[in-house]
């Protein structure tokens, strides 16, 4: 499966308050994708937060099409889903993801992979075009600064 593999979270957009809110603090991570042993995958994500590496696991079960996906927030104590809406496997992954957080608050949340930390200028238009398809505006949008640990190989 050519999705598998290392990629890194370069740009978000979302129109949830916690995003809003934390925008400014957030880095680019590194995600290892990997085929879980019930035929979903599992996201390895690694990232800095209050100046120490964490690494958070997500598993995600398949639904329906391909590329489309649930998972189970236990922060949130609530299921989302998550589809792979376009990628060309070697450089670039879009994804969206949507759901209702704690309070009943519904929120969608469009992710750009990259498979280097670099990210091309059209690649960053691609990001905003499409995050603004989603109904997300200019400043729900971020690109991710790179940290300096966490996500060297």
Known sequence: MRFLGRWYSAGLASN?????EKKGVLYM????????????????????????????????????VPGHYTYSSPHWGSVHSL????????????LLSRGTKGSGQDFCMATLYSRTQTLKDKLKEKFTTFCKAQGLTEED???????DKCIQE
């Open 16 to 20: 949830s308050s916690w995003f809003r």
């Open 29 to 64: 991570c590194k995600t290892v994708v990997a085929p879980s042993t019930e035929g979903g995958l599992n996201l390895t994500s690694t990232f800095l937060r209050k100046n120490q590496c964490e690494t958070k696991i997500m598993v995600l079960q398949p639904v329906g």
């Open 83 to 94: 589809s792979v809406v376009e990628t060309n496997y070697d450089e670039y992954a879009l």
């Open 141 to 147: 949008i971020v690109f991710l600064p790179q940290p």
